[in-house]
């Protein structure tokens, strides 16, 4: 049996890619909603234990490779590394510093090698050369959803009453939530964000997921933007967002995550 890969809810995964790569995904918790304000927590260890266990069950002695949300966006981290330690030498974790589809991207290719026959340490080299090629930006159409969730870092944090009336970007930046970009409309931060994409693809082709939170119509019209000023080569998804990411960005927000044909330069 292949190793097997297990990832969280928050990577996005589209169900047709989980069933056809097998790989397993363990759903992150969302309380309330409705009447009630949504809010969300990470995944216990002994959750994570017993999802482990059983992927070992169905995998052997090959082993469990493990991609999680950034260990500064979630206590999900601390469990899989406490989980893990139960099954030494078979479950490796990987420190994504990421979030959504650039993990996503990370479970795919590594569940692709695995199906190849490839051990645990292709399959873990895999997964951190994609995570090291990527990045993850976020529009948001308004900001009170993500400084109540308190995924801003403090200096971000610090400036958020001066956000309230501009359409920011942020950015994924060592596992944490920071400003991009403040724009006053939504037009002009897609046209950042194509910006900052297209330099830091440097005409190489690029993979792009796209994930909206009720704005399906705008995230249209960033694949099309994006498209347009990519090489042709360049491959898309657009989904919507998941809904523990959606609970923390608010309605309208598009993220985007891409992966690079190479690493940055440091």
Same mark, same amino acid.
């Given at each position: 049996?292949?190793?097997?890969?297990?990832?969280?809810? #928050? &990577?996005?995964?589209?169900? /047709?890619? !989980?069933?056809?790569?097998?790989?397993? %995904? $363990? @759903?992150?918790?969302?309380? +309330?909603?409705?009447?009630?304000?949504?809010?969300?927590?990470?995944?216990?260890?002994?959750?994570?234990?017993?999802?482990?266990?059983?992927?070992?069950?169905?995998?052997?002695?090959?082993?469990?490779?493990?991609?999680?949300?950034?260990?500064?966006?979630?206590?999900?981290? #601390? &469990?899989?590394?406490?989980? /893990?330690? !139960?099954?030494?030498?078979?479950?490796? %974790? $990987? @420190?994504?510093?990421?979030? +959504?589809?650039?993990?996503?991207?990370?479970?795919?290719?590594?569940?692709?090698?695995?199906?190849?026959?490839?051990?645990?340490?292709?399959?873990?080299?895999?997964?951190?050369?994609?995570?090291?090629?990527?990045?993850?930006?976020?529009?948001?159409?308004?900001?009170?959803?993500?400084?109540?969730?308190?995924?801003?870092?403090?200096?971000?944090?610090?400036?958020?009453?001066?956000?309230?009336?501009?359409?920011?970007?942020?950015?994924?930046?060592?596992?944490?939530?920071?400003?991009?970009?403040?724009?006053?409309?939504?037009?002009?931060?897609?046209?950042?964000?194509?910006?900052?994409?297209?330099?830091?693809?440097?005409?190489?082709?690029?993979?792009?997921?796209?994930?909206?939170?009720?704005?399906?119509?705008?995230?249209?019209?960033?694949?099309?933007?994006?498209?347009?000023?990519?090489?042709?080569?360049?491959?898309?998804?657009?989904?919507?967002?998941?809904?523990?990411?959606?609970?923390?960005?608010?309605?309208?927000?598009?993220?985007?995550?891409?992966?690079?044909?190479?690493?940055?330069?440091?």
């Amino acid at each position: 049996m292949p190793v097997r890969i297990v990832t969280d809810s #928050s &990577s996005g995964l589209p169900d /047709a890619v !989980v069933e056809e790569l097998g790989i397993t %995904v $363990v @759903d992150l918790h969302v309380m +309330g909603g409705g009447d009630e304000e949504a809010s969300t927590a990470g995944l216990s260890s002994l959750e994570l234990t017993a999802a482990y266990a059983r992927q070992l069950e169905r995998g052997g002695d090959d082993g469990v490779l493990a991609l999680h949300l950034s260990k500064e966006l979630s206590s999900t981290w #601390s &469990s899989a590394v406490q989980a /893990a330690a !139960v099954f030494p030498d078979t479950v490796r %974790v $990987v @420190d994504t510093g990421s979030v +959504g589809m650039a993990v996503g991207a990370a479970a795919m290719a590594a569940a692709t090698l695995a199906l190849e026959g490839a051990d645990l340490t292709a399959c873990h080299d895999m997964a951190v050369d994609i995570l090291e090629r990527s990045a993850t930006w976020v529009y948001l159409h308004r900001i009170e959803e993500i400084r109540k969730s308190g995924r801003m870092s403090a200096a971000t944090t610090l400036l958020s009453a001066a956000l309230l009336a501009t359409k920011p970007i942020m950015e994924i930046r060592d596992g944490k939530l920071e400003l991009a970009g403040k724009t006053r409309t939504q037009t002009k931060a897609f046209a950042r964000l194509v910006e900052l994409v297209g330099e830091r693809a440097d005409d190489e082709p690029v993979f792009l997921a796209i994930q909206h939170n009720d704005a399906r119509e705008a995230a249209g019209e960033l694949q099309e933007l994006l498209e347009d000023a990519l090489p042709d080569d360049s491959s898309f998804m657009c989904l919507e967002m998941e809904n523990t990411l959606a609970v923390h960005v608010g309605p309208g927000a598009v993220g985007v995550s891409a992966v690079f044909a190479t690493a940055p330069v440091e």
